[in-house]
């Protein structure tokens, strides 16, 4: 560059300077990220942090979606129901049939969705699919109907999803055809080690009284004996006179 122009050049950049100074601007700060700032961005595809944190989102996402709204701030806070929920989201094959038994109202269900969404929130590596239902809404679907097959393939639903809730088992009719489904149901499950949660206000063995064997059947008792890993009685007073769930 010859001396008229690198003097030219070297005023012009001595007002652009002046210019920057002028109006507080930092160039420094537009200059490329250095190594240490490309390490503090946010993980993207690849880092487990990043596929941790997908899994959960998707998880609870499902949970919500199978929660009705009364539950969906449910917290698991007893003992033996954490540790079903912790022994699933670590080995679904191996946590079985969590047993929650207790009277109306003592927060048996408020329990057994917070339980399913402890598992949801710690992020399980296989995808997380989930099916709850009364056990009268149950019996009301799988009863024949004019649809060829309906039934069968509502009871195959069940039985091969994930993870199924079954709430208050015992308190519909009993019949030869509701112990057929239900052990068909259990049996399914049981043989290919699908985890289960299942609530009751009867309990589980009563000497003195009606127990979960006189509604279900001895047939259908003995498959469940076999499938609890966690029988978690849930005692107190009816919630639902309070401010409680159940």
């Known amino acids: 560059m010859s001396a008229p122009n690198l003097a030219a050049h070297t005023g012009a950049m001595r007002t652009i300077s002046r210019i920057i100074a002028a109006k507080g601007l930092d160039l420094a700060g537009a200059a490329p990220a250095n190594d240490d700032q490309r390490h503090t961005e946010a993980p993207g595809p690849g880092d487990p942090t990043w596929h941790h944190g997908a899994r959960v989102s998707d998880a609870v996402r499902r949970w919500k979606a199978a929660t009705p709204p009364r539950y969906r701030m449910a917290e698991v806070t007893l003992p033996r129901a954490v540790a079903w929920a912790e022994a699933a989201l670590a080995d679904p094959t ?104 299942i609530t009751s206000n009867l309990p589980a063995r009563n000497d003195n009284g009606p127990d979960l064997t006189d509604f279900v059947g001895a047939r259908v008792a003995s498959r469940l004996a076999e499938m609890v890993t966690e029988l978690v009685p849930v005692i107190g007073g009816d919630l639902r006179r309070g401010q409680g769930a159940a």
């Open 94 to 197: 191996a946590a079985g049939t969590m047993l929650l038994t207790g009277p109306t109202g003592t927060g048996k269900t408020y329990q057994a969705f917070g339980a399913l969404r402890h598992v949801a929130q710690g992020g399980p590596r296989r995808r997380f699919e989930l099916i709850t239902i009364n056990s009268a809404d149950m019996y009301g679907r799988l009863r024949p109907s004019q649809t060829m097959g309906s039934a069968e393939a509502e009871l195959r639903r069940l039985s091969t999803v994930q993870f199924l809730l079954l709430d208050d088992l015992g308190t519909s009719k009993v019949s030869e055809w509701t112990e057929e489904i239900t052990y068909r149901l259990f049996n399914y499950r049981y043989n290919h080690c699908l985890p289960t949660v």
